[in-house]
């Protein structure tokens, strides 16, 4: 199966912030790389798909990028909405895996 | 719009059969894959299986034979049912479209 190592595990960061998560494949996923936000008490909400492409409706504030293995989320600057759970997700192959996940929290 | 809504028992007996149902609508199954994801409470999020749009399906081999995804293309709903349920098997479980548009949700606890 394919590893995703997600780090890091909690981000205290403060509004305005520019922060970075990032998912290592333990194998070549190409750009099959999602990432998603999860709310208390919410389903997960699709933010990149396909690496570096902007879900429908999410902030340009949030951007996706690629290096190598390396996959990462970057928001260029926290608002105080963006306090979240996020998760990595590989659909390059059966089984599809997930990151350990990033609480993304004010300092 | 696009919406997915999953339903079933919230507590089970251990050993028994979770049986849960995905009712979509706003997209035909024929057309897009429904997948089932668990997460355990503060936990991160588990891919279970997922039911292509041509009818076949692909299973996580971590619940090895338990899982079965089924649907019924008239009633646009996907099923997933898993036997011999443990207290560990206790989360909530996800359909999601494509793995993109996600249901609700719906919190299932394994407990006698």
């Known amino acids: 199966d394919i590893q995703m190592t997600q780090s890091p595990s909690s981000l205290p960061a403060s509004l305005g912030d520019r922060v970075t998560i990032t998912c290592r494949a333990s194998?070549?996923?190409?750009?099959?790389l999602r990432w998603f936000q999860q709310k208390p008490g919410k389903s997960p909400r699709l933010m990149i798909y396909?690496?570096?492409n902007l879900a429908a409706g999410v902030p340009s504030r949030f951007s996706g990028s690629r290096s190598g293995s390396d996959y990462s989320l970057t928001i260029s600057s926290l608002e105080s909405e963006d306090m979240a759970d996020y998760y990595c997700l590989q659909s390059k192959e059966s089984p599809l895996t997930f990151g350990s996940g990033t609480k993304l929290e004010i300092k | 719009q696009v919406q997915l809504k999953e339903s079933g028992p919230g507590l089970v007996q251990p050993s028994q059969t979770l049986s849960l149902t995905c009712t979509v609508s706003?997209?035909?199954?024929?057309?897009?894959?429904v997948h089932w994801v668990r997460q355990h409470s503060g936990k991160s999020l588990e891919w279970m299986g997922r039911?292509?749009?041509?009818?076949?399906?692909s299973y996580n081999s971590a619940f090895t034979s338990r899982l079965s995804i089924s649907r019924d293309t008239s009633k646009s709903q996907v099923f997933l049912k898993m036997n011999s349920l443990q207290t560990e098997d206790t989360g909530t479980y996800y359909c999601?479209?494509?793995?993109?548009?996600w249901g609700q949700g719906v919190m299932v606890t394994v407990s006698s």
């Open positions: 396909g690496a570096t």
């Open positions: 706003g997209f035909s199954l024929t057309s897009y894959s």
């Open positions: 194998q070549d996923i190409g750009n099959y």
């Open positions: 039911m292509w749009s041509d009818g076949d399906t």
């Open positions: 999601a479209r494509n793995a993109d548009y």
